[in-house]
């Protein structure tokens, strides 16, 4: 940020750009810093002192998990839908994004305009038919 | 076949399959709900009969809870596009001004965008409800003691800061791009006019940047009239029905309560028809003020 306000008032507004920036980076980092630090602790040390990093590291809270949500199961799950989803969304927007952009006229605009407004229909309207198209589809279950 | 006739078919060809997707899995599917918002459909019951508008009225003026969510949503909406916008134009201001650590910053501030937010909403759910009770031991944080969680009037303010959490980053890079197009030499002319700082970015910068301010309202405003995992994961709705937003309003008389899935249906096209309004009206009024370059 420029001012004119001469070397001192130039340093003083440099501090406070310092100091906002790390105020907010300290609000975004926090719950993650939490989450990580408090993951390494036993129950008991949390209780002791949520703010405090482990006396000694243990995974045992990860082992945990990783037994009751079948990690690789459902990290496999998870790769699959967005390895297909992403080749899927990127090939065929890009198809239908570069003729649209290039093709004038009524119909192009209309199509376009199609694919926006989905933007504005909220999950909760899809959700219920979306289970049916599925389910007709015999798509329902099968990843 | 004429050029122009070959032109259509070549659109079609390449829009085909992006639109045979959107078709079964948006199109179908929402014409398919605002058909169901038209009956009495109960999800199990495969006979349903066509009640006509009588949703509508129903939750239009019958249904106290849906009312009372809708001025929830409406408040949380008012907040969050002026705050979200505010804040996430003042960091861009701010990191686009920095020489060192811009990178790492941008990076810092948009990570909350990798996580999901029903993750985010539970790490924050565990700092509202243990660390904060913590932290207000200490004398000079006294103040952070409220049930952040179970009282109305501070869980508002949980959901508002939780949301925003998530989503500054996010517009912040669109407006980290769209200052960095602003050309630095229209700024500098200004300068030697005389401008100072705040002149040169309200009579020159903002201008150039109007065009991003449009489409940061408009996702705000998209995204927080559809809030939903946020809420779900943090205070449930609760405490009873004090935070609840239109889209869990939704979803609780779909799959919580009576499974009413044909009147759940007409809440969630009046929320589409609200949403569809108020960005139309939005767009109309900030493209007229856009400047041409």
């Known amino acids: ?143 | 076949m004429s050029k122009s006739t070959r032109k259509t078919l070549m659109l079609l060809v390449f829009v085909l399959p992006a639109l045979a997707f959107y078709t079964a899995f948006v199109l179908i599917p929402a014409l398919g709900g605002f058909w169901y918002s038209l009956t009495d459909w109960n999800g199990l019951n495969p006979s349903y009969r066509i009640v006509g508008l009588a949703n509508y009225v129903e939750a239009l003026t019958g249904d106290l809870y849906f009312l009372k969510s809708l001025k929830f949503t409406l408040r949380f909406v008012v907040y969050m596009v002026f705050l979200q916008n505010a804040i996430a134009l003042f960091l861009a201001v701010l990191v686009e001004g920095r020489k060192r650590g811009r990178i790492a910053l941008r990076t810092v501030f948009f990570m909350p965008n990798m996580v999901s937010m029903i993750i985010g909403g539970f790490m924050w759910m565990f700092v509202f409800s243990r660390v904060l009770p913590f932290l207000a031991e200490l004398p000079a944080l006294r103040f952070l003691d409220q049930s952040w969680i179970g009282d109305p009037r501070f869980s508002f303010w949980a959901i508002v800061i939780v949301s925003l959490w998530g989503g500054v980053g996010y517009l912040m890079v669109i407006y980290v791009a769209a200052l960095q197009g602003v050309p630095a030499n229209l700024k500098e002319a200004a300068y030697i006019d005389g401008a100072n700082a705040w002149h040169a970015f309200r009579h020159v910068t903002l201008p150039m940047i109007f065009p991003s301010l449009t489409v940061g309202v408009f996702v705000t405003l998209n995204s927080s009239f559809k809030v939903f995992d946020v809420v779900y994961s943090l205070t449930g709705g609760g405490p009873g029905r004090a935070t609840q937003v239109v889209a869990l309003n939704i979803f609780e008389e779909a799959f919580k309560r009576n499974n009413r899935y044909g009147y759940a249906s007409a809440k969630a096209t009046i929320l589409f028809a609200i949403i569809c309004g108020i960005t139309l009206i939005q767009l109309w009024l900030m493209k007229r003020r856009e400047v041409e370059m």
């Open chain 1, 1 to 143: 940020v420029r001012t004119h306000q001469g070397p001192l008032g130039q340093k003083a507004a440099k501090i406070g750009v310092v100091l906002i920036l790390t105020v907010y980076a300290a609000f975004t980092l926090f719950p993650v810093f939490m989450g990580v630090v408090n993951s390494l602790k036993t129950e008991g040390e949390i209780l002791n002192n949520i703010l405090a990093l482990p006396a000694l590291p243990q995974f045992g809270n990860y082992k945990v998990a990783f037994e009751k949500i079948h990690f690789f199961r459902s990290l496999l799950n998870t790769l699959l839908v967005v390895c297909v989803g992403v080749s899927g969304i990127v090939l065929f927007s890009a198809m239908a994004g570069y003729k649209l952009s290039r093709t004038p006229g009524r119909l192009s605009y209309l199509i376009f305009g199609l694919f926006v407004m989905s933007m504005l229909v909220p999950f909760h309207s899809i959700m219920i038919t979306l289970t049916q198209v599925a389910r007709t589809m015999g798509i329902q279950g099968s990843l």
